[in-house]
């Protein structure tokens, strides 16, 4: 069988969500009964005036000019003009970030009601506080502010977890194209001794930064990388325990690994401020060490500053201290935010003493972690696997126990929790509309049947982020298969992470749902109408994935996706309000610059970042590609 002939052409069928016919005549009638009263109002004061005016002229003799009313429009609040460092793609930023503290809690949100008990500690001494209250309150903006650079700065790219792409992505032929390809990423005996890590996986999304010519001079990047005045430098964090760094539009390595020496499966963070430091977690407990936890590197020198290991936090997921989640920082107050497997929410006052242009950078981090649980609910499942968003001081993540929780970061406080249909490890994304934040989320198919293979369903939800309200639910059938242990299971549902839908496509909200047509088969982009949750169009794939789908968009507003599957091959799409396109696939190739060029063995768990035209995406079987998009 042929490349080509691994992928049979989708019946993709699209339609609009259903609507009331009468809302758009409705609408209008509305609005013309009040521009009718407006006008009204305002000949009526215009004439009285006139009125006024020439009764007064008769009483003094006089004849008085009439008086007229000007009615002046209100000058709109000038939009700011997007700078270097921000993203093209979130221009303008029009969050307001309002936190009506006053909105009542769902009923069927209100953590109390399941009995829960929370606890906060501070320090090197563990110390509990009943009241805790943060001395520098966090309160993050607008996404389009995240970064101080231009870059990709931690998974899905800020603090709404809304973005992947960078700039502008200019389709013009319609063409993917192998640019290059590292394939040097080995491999690491995991902790149980039965397989090896190997490759980058679920999440891996690399992350990218242009590093201004001031900070290049300090760091230790190659001589070739220091000089080149356009550098924007990509970094991956893999499963053989190295972090890797590449020129973006080359694939050259630009200095050497960093060893940390356990396997990383999730994506790291650079710090949005733009200081050379990078934030990575193990997956596994399989270093060689009693470490089992998170590090802090400087990209100065490739040297560890700090590490924490959670061990004796009396955790009640003591025995698992992966962090798999992707940190953000808050970079007004230093703080770093990080939800880890052991069901702990790390934050560290971080104390950063940076000499910029010195090349000298410290940290004396401060820790304090929260922890709660639920009377349904066993203490040895309260991990945290997916990454936390954040709106101002609200933080959303979800739990092992099907838990999406909402944080308040500056009291350590559960604002509210809705318990899903099914356990995700899918990390919250928010988009704000009409000055409200809402969450995104869906869910996996594990929990619904007994040992064996089964079709059940992948819930998406739209949830108030003020109150815990699903706004509207709805699934799709996926596929899975538990095994007698969890090294043999193979689930379906949402894997990847959704779209939050911008320009062409901000009516709409995409999920992707992976095993669809049967175990090991089939994958789909459903797209819901934000509003009413109604399906708006689909798009099917034969080959499952776990990688998230990327919105990319070009200086016109017009939206694509890319996404990759789990034999290698890259699909771009044409997305749009009320329907979409395939546009092309491809299907890669390992060594393709030499005469044993090979598909085989090729699959694409991790997830991928677009950075202008090109797409950078890690393999499980250690490579990873540069792809152009044209």
Request: with cysteine; aromatic share 12%; hydrophobic share 35%.
């Amino acid at each position: 069988m042929s490349d080509r002939e691994q992928y049979i052409e989708p019946d993709n069928s699209y339609y609009k969500p259903s609507r009331d016919p009468g809302e758009g005549t409705l609408g209008l009638v509305v609005v013309m009964t009040i521009l009718f009263v407006i006008l009204t109002a305002v000949l009526a004061v215009v004439y009285f005036n006139k009125r006024k005016g020439d009764s007064t002229g008769e009483e003094e003799g006089q004849v008085q000019p009439s008086t007229y009313i000007s009615v002046a429009s209100p000058t709109p609040t000038p939009i700011p003009p997007l700078t270097d460092t921000q993203n093209a793609v979130l221009y303008p930023g029009t969050a307001i970030i309002n936190l009506d503290t006053e909105s009542p809690i769902a009923d069927t949100a209100r953590p109390e009601a399941r009995g829960l008990m929370e606890s906060v500690f501070i320090g090197e001494e563990r110390e509990l506080v009943e009241d805790f209250v943060r001395t520098k309150p966090i309160r993050f903006t607008d996404p389009i502010d995240y970064g101080m650079e231009a870059g990709l700065f931690t998974f899905r790219g800020n603090n709404f977890r809304n973005c992947a792409s960078f700039g502008y992505t200019n389709i013009t032929e319609g063409t993917i194209t192998q640019t290059w390809e590292f394939k040097g990423i080995g491999t690491l005996l995991a902790s149980t001794l039965n397989f090896e890590w190997s490759g980058m996986r679920w999440t891996g999304q690399p992350l990218a930064i242009k590093w201004p010519a001031s900070m290049k001079g300090v760091m230790n990047l190659y001589d070739s990388a220091k000089g080149k005045e356009d550098l924007v430098e990509v970094i991956c964090a893999a499963c053989d325990g190295k972090i890797y760094f590449f020129d973006l539009e080359t694939g050259a390595q630009t200095r050497d690994p960093i060893n940390v020496g356990v396997s990383i499966k999730g994506t790291p963070a650079l710090d949005p401020r733009g200081y050379p430091l990078i934030y990575v977690g193990q997956c596994d407990n399989n270093g060689g060490s009693s470490i089992f936890g998170m590090y802090i590197y400087s990209l100065l020198d490739g040297k560890q500053l700090y590490h924490y290991d959670g061990g004796e936090d009396s955790a009640y997921r003591a025995g698992w201290r992966a962090f798999d989640s992707s940190p953000i920082i808050d970079a007004n107050t230093d703080t770093l935010i990080w939800p880890c497997e052991n069901g702990i929410i790390y934050t560290f006052d971080l104390h950063t003493n940076y000499a910029q242009g010195i090349g000298d950078i410290s940290i004396a981090p401060e820790r304090t972690g929260y922890k709660y649980i639920f009377n349904d609910n066993s203490g040895s499942h309260m991990g945290v696997e997916s990454s936390i968003a954040i709106y101002g001081n609200y933080g959303y993540f979800m739990d092992n126990t099907s838990n999406l929780v909402c944080l308040d970061l500056n009291s350590m406080k559960m604002v509210w929790c809705q318990v899903l249909g099914d356990d995700s490890d899918v990390t919250p994304s928010i988009s704000e509309e009409n000055g409200v934040p809402y969450v995104y989320i869906g869910t996996e198919v594990d929990n619904q049947g007994g040992t064996g293979e089964y079709c059940g369903a992948a819930y998406v939800y739209k949830i108030n982020g003020l109150t815990g309200e699903v706004v509207w639910q709805t699934s799709e059938p996926c596929y899975t298969y538990n095994g007698e242990t969890s090294e043999t299971d193979q689930s379906g549902g949402c894997f990847g992470n959704p779209i939050i839908g911008k320009n062409s496509i901000s009516n709409l909200v995409i999920f992707p749902f992976s095993m669809t047509k049967g175990l090991m088969s089939g994958n789909k982009l459903v797209a819901y109408d934000k509003d009413l949750g109604t399906k708006v169009w689909e798009y099917d794939m034969n080959i499952y994935s776990y990688s998230s789908p990327v919105d990319c968009y070009d200086m016109s507003g017009q939206a694509y996706i890319v996404i990759g599957d789990s034999i290698g091959q890259i699909h771009l799409v044409s997305a749009g309000s009320s329907e979409c396109k395939r546009i092309t696939y491809i299907q890669c190739k390992r060594n393709i610059a030499s005469n044993n060029a090979t598909s085989s063995g090729l699959c694409f768990e991790a997830s991928p970042m677009v950075y202008g035209n090109t797409m950078v995406i890690g393999t499980t079987g250690g490579s990873v590609f540069g792809i152009t998009l044209g």
